[in-house]
């Protein structure tokens, strides 16, 4: 078992690490965003959208490389939406708003966003121009292309004087924007009805940002374990309370890995479990 000192260097090693953080409008694949990110090897946070900025440019001064912005099911015009700081994009760092994180950039920076005049759901054709974002979705020496995304939205921009228009739609003008390293796209390309959305996300990650590979979910794994041990200690005993749901199966799995059978699960009926899953847990 690793003593505390050296778990300790661990986490501090892990601090320095490349990470990129989604900022959460609440749309409904943020959690999505982190995991493709994630499964394409940067390690990734989900924080609020209103996480203070000053927090964000210690971020930034650290390890912080890059801000995705997310989708939400408002509008921009709605005086209750959740916006995040204006300054956000004065921070000089990377940055991709997706769907209303693009939306909400146009906004803030004087863009014209339509209020459901021109709504798109569903896979759409996008028509895009070269760029760092896109590059590698076509043959080299081409200049732009087409391909299917997936687009889930009512507000369209339909102006961004001053941004570099680098895709578009047949009914979204403005489909996709860059303005030195701020980019939006009216996309998902997080969802796999997106062609080569995982391409676009690399793009992003690795071309733009610059991140290096530095998460797997086994390393993941095996640093939880040894936060668990450094928590309970060597004599330390657990209680888990036990659903059968996805999250206190897994936190009882990981933490039987950490300390075996001073672990003791109680189970929690919460009546939706069947009865032959109630026996078995």
């Known amino acids: 078992m690793p003593d505390r000192n050296s778990i300790i260097e ?5 601090k320095e690490k490349d990470k990129v953080v989604v900022l959460d409008f609440g749309g409904q694949y943020s959690h999505l965003i982190v995991r493709r990110c994630r499964e394409l090897g940067v390690y990734t946070e989900l ?6 900025l000053e927090e964000l440019k210690r971020g930034i001064e650290g390890n912080i490389k890059g801000i995705i912005l997310s989708g939400s099911p408002f509008s921009v ?20 708003g997706i769907c209303y994180g693009a939306q909400l950039i146009a906004y803030v920076n004087g863009g014209v966003v339509g209020e459901g005049r021109k709504s798109e759901f569903g896979r759409t054709e996008l ?42 739609t047949m009914n979204s003008p403005v489909a996709a924007f860059r303005i030195s390293n701020i980019y939006g796209v009216q996309f998902h390309p997080e969802v796999h009805h997106t062609d080569k959305g995982e391409k676009i996300l690399w793009n992003f990650l690795y071309k733009i940002c610059g991140c290096e590979r530095n998460w ?4 993941f794994v095996i640093d939880k374990i040894e936060e ?13 309370g036990l659903s059968g749901g996805i999250d206190s199966s897994t936190t009882a799995l990981l933490i039987n890995k950490a ?16 009865k032959k899953k109630k026996k078995r847990l």
Do not use: Q
Not at 10 to 14: F, G, L, Q, S, T
């Open 228 to 240: 668990i041990r450094s928590a309970v200690g060597n004599d330390g005993r657990v209680i888990c």
């Open 77 to 96: 015009h709605e005086p209750n939406s959740p916006k995040c700081s204006s300054e956000i994009v004065d921070l000089n760092i990377p940055i991709l």
């Open 127 to 168: 028509f895009f121009e070269d760029s760092d974002l896109f590059d590698g979705l076509t043959e080299r020496g081409s200049e732009g292309g087409r391909i299917n995304v997936w687009m889930s939205h009512g507000d369209v921009i339909e102006r961004f004087d001053g941004a570099d228009i680098i895709g578009y």
């Open 10 to 14: 661990k986490r501090e090693a892990e």
């Open 47 to 52: 924080l609020p959208y209103d996480m203070p």
């Open 259 to 274: 300390i075996g059978d001073r672990l003791t699960c109680i189970f929690v009926d919460m009546d939706y479990c069947e």
């Open 216 to 219: 797997t979910i086994e390393s």
